[in-house]
């Protein structure tokens, strides 16, 4: 069964978000864990964290197949010091979080070195990600590195630099990745045909092990292939575009994965972005049947 979804508002609150997936066609979704934009995030009350549990079971999606995006202030590589307490510390609030909805996967950016160069910045991400997790031994939440465009000193555009994140850290064991798409073109990653997919997952094997991959990004890219310029599109109308889409969705390995849409828009549009999705695959009806 293919799994997709896309990046859903919270405003209604989160037990609305499993049927509204449902009625743009989706059968998983993703969402922040509280506004991305803000230092402080609150526990989830009592009763909208069974709301929620509730609206899982009566629509049954799969918690597993569920991903919480980290907010975008974490830099966990940050050498100002006050900047990194307040990431590490956010993230360990995340997964606090995360776990109270029942879910599994915490999703983030690795972070920005801000021009102190990529080994310490290395350095600063797996410590932090030590601490946070160091919090949480007995816990089953497994956090994601998401590759990036490779811009603004950023860590993580090569699977070489997640690589070595992954290897410095103590807790290898609760980490995965998030494979984004439009990042990964920015940075060069074509998908545009089997033969690029091939080589595209013959490289994540080969640095991490596929096992490692547990999450699709399906973004196109405003801007051509090594643009580094992380502008995301909808599905078919960037420089990836509906060939390139068949291409990396025709391989078994990738379907293996939920993907989840961060196009621009709404619901409304996920819901066409969905069927684009679907009109690829050969899926005319509603992606479990």
Same mark, same amino acid.
């Given at each position: 069964?293919?799994?997709?979804?896309?990046?859903?508002?919270?405003?209604?609150?989160?037990?609305?978000?499993?049927?509204?997936?449902?009625?743009?066609?989706?059968?998983?979704?993703?969402?922040?864990?509280?506004?991305?934009?803000?230092?402080?995030?609150?526990?989830? *009350?009592?009763?909208?964290?069974? $709301? %929620?549990? !509730?609206?899982? &079971?009566?629509? +049954?999606? /799969?918690? @597993?197949?569920?991903?919480?995006?980290?907010?975008?202030?974490?830099?966990?590589?940050?050498?100002?010091?006050?900047?990194?307490?307040?990431?590490?510390?956010?993230?360990?609030?995340?997964?606090?979080?995360?776990?109270?909805?029942?879910?599994?996967?915490?999703?983030?950016?690795?972070?920005?070195?801000?021009?102190?160069?990529?080994?310490?910045?290395?350095?600063?991400?797996?410590?932090?990600?030590?601490?946070?997790?160091?919090?949480? *031994?007995?816990?089953?939440?497994? $956090? %994601?590195? !998401?590759?990036? &465009?490779?811009? +603004?000193? /950023?860590? @993580?555009?090569?699977?070489?630099?997640?690589?070595?994140?992954?290897?410095?850290?103590?807790?290898?064991?609760?980490?995965?990745?998030?494979?984004?798409?439009?990042?990964?073109?920015?940075?060069?990653?074509?998908?545009?045909?089997?033969?690029?997919?091939?080589?595209?997952?013959?490289?994540?094997?080969?640095?991490?092990?596929?096992?490692?991959?547990?999450?699709?990004?399906?973004?196109?890219?405003?801007?051509?292939?090594?643009?580094?310029?992380?502008?995301?599109?909808?599905?078919?109308?960037?420089?990836?575009?509906?060939? +390139?889409?068949?291409?990396?969705?025709?391989?078994?390995?990738?379907?293996?994965?939920?993907?989840?849409?961060?196009?621009?828009?709404?619901?409304?549009?996920?819901?066409?972005?969905?069927?684009?999705?679907?009109?690829?695959?050969?899926?005319?009806?509603?992606?479990?049947?």
């Amino acid at each position: 069964m293919v799994k997709i979804g896309a990046h859903m508002s919270t405003s209604k609150g989160y037990h609305r978000v499993p049927f509204e997936t449902l009625e743009i066609g989706g059968n998983t979704f993703q969402i922040f864990p509280h506004s991305p934009s803000m230092w402080k995030a609150k526990l989830p *009350e009592e009763k909208k964290v069974e $709301l %929620l549990k !509730e609206a899982m &079971a009566n629509t +049954g999606l /799969n918690p @597993g197949d569920v991903l919480v995006h980290s907010g975008y202030l974490i830099n966990l590589a940050s050498p100002k010091k006050e900047v990194r307490e307040k990431s590490i510390e956010l993230l360990k609030q995340e997964v606090r979080i995360v776990e109270m909805l029942g879910l599994k996967y915490l999703n983030f950016h690795p972070g920005s070195h801000l021009g102190t160069g990529l080994d310490t910045g290395i350095d600063r991400i797996a410590s932090g990600i030590d601490e946070v997790l160091s919090t949480v *031994e007995n816990s089953e939440i497994i $956090l %994601l590195l !998401e590759n990036v &465009a490779p811009k +603004g000193g /950023n860590i @993580g555009s090569t699977f070489e630099e997640l690589k070595l994140i992954i290897e410095r850290t103590s807790y290898s064991d609760q980490i995965g990745i998030t494979y984004d798409t439009c990042h990964g073109f920015d940075s060069g990653y074509d998908i545009c045909s089997r033969n690029a997919v091939e080589k595209l997952l013959i490289e994540i094997d080969h640095w991490l092990g596929l096992e490692r991959l547990k999450m699709i990004h399906l973004n196109d890219s405003k801007y051509p292939l090594g643009a580094a310029k992380d502008r995301h599109e909808r599905i078919g109308e960037g420089y990836i575009g509906y060939e +390139g889409f068949t291409a990396f969705l025709s391989n078994d390995e990738i379907l293996k994965r939920p993907l989840l849409l961060e196009t621009p828009g709404g619901n409304a549009e996920h819901a066409e972005d969905i069927q684009r999705v679907k009109k690829i695959l050969g899926i005319e009806r509603d992606v479990d049947e």
